[in-house]
């Protein structure tokens, strides 16, 4: 033991400067080789190998100029299917020296004086540095087994030759030249994943591995690295997991200079308010400006040389776009819609902020924003509703079974729902389960009634989270850690696996598909049925509003205008035939007496015309109504559905007759009496009581 204790207490030094590639000293060496658990003849032979490897570099940085291929060497009979073998003419005795330098130089690396680039560490297939790590003392095959088992705890299927968190750790720590995994970064991490993205770019790469194969190693290859970033993220060695993708630089706004500056510095004062997503539809609007700009208005210079003529110009040209990346295809009205709104914006920020190249003036305003349709929301009829909720929880996966319940009876956005804390359900005092819906796209935390059914799938998946050792992912919302409760394998999980792919399958295997073969039911339907539902239902509009997070009235106010089977009734008490009725137009509608035109304007707007003690057919044409409803309006309707309002009404009108016959008010009494006998009257046409029951 002490005669090893020269390389057992080697480390890594500190300074730069000693960063440079070196050999260790012979003895050292020597001493290592003696203490591994060989035969005498394998002793002899690694002696053997870093002589001749020191002999033909007795400098290490002259080994580093040679091209990747004479470095990575080969063994004559070698069988690499996924390493191609040198041209014909290869040097097989350098070959051979560099194919047995992998034992030393990995030695070096584990001991601070070599850091391995990644050409070979990518190029050289099969490396087994554990037999060193292990020699030397160093802890890297129990830190690598302690990994793993932590992402297999995670829900990660076990690692196999393909997939192996142990080969993105061992090239980190030669890569580095330390073997502590515990001072590995985020950026060590990404630097790797960077690396095997364009691994194409190493130079003598592609004669290694070969051009053809060179895409199938790059998906095992990034696959590795990513689930080696996860690992290191959640033991708290690194402070942040792997990104899900490479982050491009977004392209130029347009190419003339001040214009562009002017883009990007409105672009940043928006970026201080508005969320990532809706920068990007902001961006997407200001680039296609930029360019009808480049093509179209070349000899413009700056944006203070354009006059309305060139934005009406410009917004003409919008319903000619097609996509970019798919120049056959069309744009939708609403993104078109969406590019002219955000030009509109961009110059009256800029008109406000009084901007230099700028026009003094907005040149277009809200009035020039194309008009799009009110589209009725979509809910699922109950004939599809039903079979599609009873594969939803047939389905295998526990995170995407409770993702599609809670959409089904939250009425939540898929964000609200992706974004669910581990904590996010507790109860009502009375028992009844509510759910914490995180903040989503109005930036508003709000609680919600949850349907059992939802919320035992909450619970079932919340004791299957409570065994995963996973740390929390920073909330850029919250700016904190949270433990999501839709975690999967280390990173939350996305909308197309929780949402869309199974309600794919499901409308594929139930034929519930629309006119061009594609699902008819997408995860935002079961919010528009929760709405329909709550609406048909009777519930207030300030109840809609607080479920589905709505900001306005309005926007809640449309479930209530599209209950079909409630309209219907209502419709049909009034203006079926033989519905019993009451009323100065009672007798009209009886007769068949109205106009066509009229009878459709009812049937389009029917809703329109509740009042408090039944309905107004009053025509727009006709102008608005400025009489007493209750005692000479041509136009006023009622039914049976109103006789409980009418009789509280009449009980009111007799209060207010007594206290004027005890003040001694004659024309009060005489006002409230009229009032009363029309309701009276009323009331007998509908064949109801006058009295209201004892409650």
């Given at each position: 033991m002490n005669a090893n204790a020269s390389w057992r207490t080697a480390s890594a030094p500190d300074t730069p400067a000693h960063w440079a590639p070196r050999h260790c000293p012979e003895a050292e060496y020597s001493a290592f080789v003696a203490s591994l658990p060989i035969s005498d003849r394998w002793h002899r032979k690694h002696a053997q190998f870093h002589l001749r490897f020191r002999q033909t570099y007795p400098d290490l940085h002259i080994w580093f100029t040679q091209p990747l291929r004479v470095r990575l060497g080969w063994r004559n009979g070698e069988g690499q299917n996924r390493r191609l073998a040198p041209e014909p003419g290869f040097d097989a005795t350098t070959a051979w020296i560099n194919f047995n330098a992998r034992h030393y130089l990995t030695y070096l690396a584990l001991t601070g004086r070599l850091r391995m680039d990644w050409g070979w560490l990518l190029g050289i297939g099969v490396l087994k540095p554990f037999h060193v790590s292990d020699q030397l003392g160093l802890p890297l095959?129990?830190?690598?087994?302690?990994?793993?088992?932590?992402?297999?705890?995670?829900?990660?299927?076990?690692?196999?030759?393909?997939?192996?968190?142990?080969?993105?750790?061992?090239?980190?720590?030669?890569?580095?030249?330390?073997?502590?995994?515990?001072?590995?970064?985020?950026?060590?991490?990404?630097?790797?994943?960077?690396?095997?993205?364009?691994?194409?770019?190493?130079?003598?790469?592609?004669?290694?591995?070969?051009?053809?194969?060179?895409?199938?190693?790059?998906?095992?290859?990034?696959?590795?690295?990513?689930?080696?970033?996860?690992?290191?993220?959640?033991?708290?060695?690194?402070d942040r997991p792997p990104l899900r993708e490479e982050t491009l630089p977004p392209p130029r706004l347009c190419s003339k200079p001040r214009i562009d500056a002017v883009f990007e510095r409105f672009l940043a004062e928006r970026a201080l308010v508005l969320r990532p997503e809706s920068m990007s539809s902001t961006r997407g609007g200001l680039r296609r400006f930029g360019l009808w700009l480049d093509t179209e208005r070349p000899h413009i210079a700056s944006l203070d040389q354009l006059d309305r003529a060139d934005l009406v110009a410009f917004m003409e040209s919008v319903h000619r776009l097609r996509k970019i990346k798919h120049p056959d295809q069309a744009l939708s009205r609403a993104y078109r819609a969406g590019i002219i709104s955000t030009v509109a914006v961009f110059f009256r920020h800029a008109a406000v902020a009084e901007w230099n190249d700028v026009p003094a003036r907005p040149l277009i305003t809200h009035a020039d924003m194309?008009?799009?349709?009110?589209?009725?929301?979509?809910?699922?009829?109950?004939?599809?509703?039903g079979p599609v909720m009873d594969q939803v929880r047939q389905l295998d996966c526990p995170l995407q079974r409770c993702a599609l319940l809670v959409a089904r009876w939250s009425g939540a956005r898929r964000t609200e729902i992706r974004k669910l804390h581990l904590d996010s359900l507790d109860a009502y005092p009375d028992g009844t389960p509510r759910l914490r819906l995180a903040a989503g796209k109005a930036l508003k935390e709000r609680t919600v009634p949850l349907h059992e059914e939802a919320a035992q799938a909450i619970r079932s998946l919340v004791a299957l989270r409570q065994t995963q050792c996973d740390r929390g992912v920073h909330d850029p919302d919250l700016g904190r850690p949270v433990r999501y409760l839709f975690l999967r394998n280390g990173r939350l999980a996305g909308p197309d696996y929780l949402f869309a792919n199974p309600l794919r399958a499901i409308c594929q295997e139930l034929g519930i598909l629309n006119g061009v073969g594609k699902p008819a039911i997408h995860p935002h339907r079961f919010r528009h049925t929760l709405g329909t539902q709550l609406a048909e239902k009777g519930a207030r509009v300030q109840t809609i509003m607080k479920v589905l997070g709505h900001k306005s009235p309005g926007m809640s106010m449309t479930y209530t205008h599209i209950s079909d089977p409630t309209v219907l009734a209502d419709y049909q008490a009034v203006l079926q035939p033989g519905a019993l009725i009451a009323g100065p137009l009672a007798d009209t509608l009886r007769s068949g007496q109205l106009d066509q035109d009229a009878l459709d304007w009812l049937k389009t707007n029917f809703y329109k015309t509740e009042l408090e003690l039944g309905r107004c057919l009053r025509l727009p044409q006709e102008g608005p109504c400025e009489c007493d409803l209750y005692l000479n309006c041509a136009k006023f309707i009622t039914t049976p559905q109103y006789a409980p309002r009418l009789r509280e009404r009449l009980c009111v009108e007799r209060q207010l007759i007594t206290d004027a016959q005890d003040r001694g008010w004659d024309r009060e009494i005489e006002r409230h009496q009229r009032i009363a006998d029309r309701i009276t009257s009323l009331l007998d046409d509908l064949g109801e009581s006058h009295d209201e029951p004892t409650r």
């Open positions: 095959r129990e830190h690598s087994e302690r990994l793993r088992e932590g992402l297999l705890a995670l829900g990660h299927a076990p690692d196999d030759k393909r997939f192996s968190v142990s080969w993105g750790l061992i090239r980190l720590a030669l890569h580095r030249g330390d073997p502590d995994l515990n001072t590995l970064t985020g950026d060590d991490v990404e630097e790797m994943r960077h690396t095997i993205r364009h691994c194409e770019r190493i130079p003598g790469l592609l004669q290694v591995v070969g051009e053809g194969h060179c895409p199938t190693l790059k998906l095992a290859w990034a696959t590795n690295a990513f689930r080696t970033g996860l690992a290191l993220f959640h033991t708290g060695i690194t194309p008009r799009v349709i009110e589209r009725v929301p979509r809910f699922i009829p109950e004939d599809q509703l």
